[in-house]
């Protein structure tokens, strides 16, 4: 769930219940009884992974050109979106990330790493807690 401009929430069923919250420059992780919560300021190299998704829902357009390529390619109906790091810092560890959409909402987001691993997060209809 995502609440402009800077409130941005996942929640994972499986395989074990998750929620995170970014809000403010703060993330908070929540887990069974457990709850983390750390300041993005202090993990600078988790800021490009959290901005990509955030300033893609905001169509904050300078804010993803601070740290990636972009390319865009679709039609409103199917989009895609390429991100690839401009730092090398980052570059080292990521190789890219595309989201895909429809329309204005993002229905995944892939992460592929330099290492040949890669993640695969689907967004599908909103699960109310």
């Known amino acids: 769930m995502y609440d402009a401009p800077d409130r941005l929430e996942k929640r994972t069923l499986k395989p074990k219940a998750q929620t995170l919250i970014l809000e403010h420059g703060v993330l908070t992780a929540r887990?069974?009884?457990r709850t983390h919560v750390m300041e993005l300021r202090d993990y600078?190299?988790?800021v490009p992974f959290v901005e990509s998704i955030?300033?893609?829902l905001a169509g904050d357009r300078a804010a993803l050109e601070r740290f990636f390529r972009v390319q865009f390619d679709g039609t409103l109906a199917h989009w895609t979106l390429l991100l690839v790091p401009v730092d090398t810092t980052l570059a080292g560890a990521v190789k890219d990330i595309r989201i895909e959409g429809e329309r204005d909402a993002v229905r995944t987001v892939e992460i592929r790493q330099s290492d040949g691993d890669r993640s695969l997060l689907s967004i599908g209809p909103e699960v109310r807690p």
């Open 31 to 33: 887990r069974g009884q």
């Open 54 to 56: 955030r300033a893609t």
């Open 44 to 46: 600078p190299q988790v």
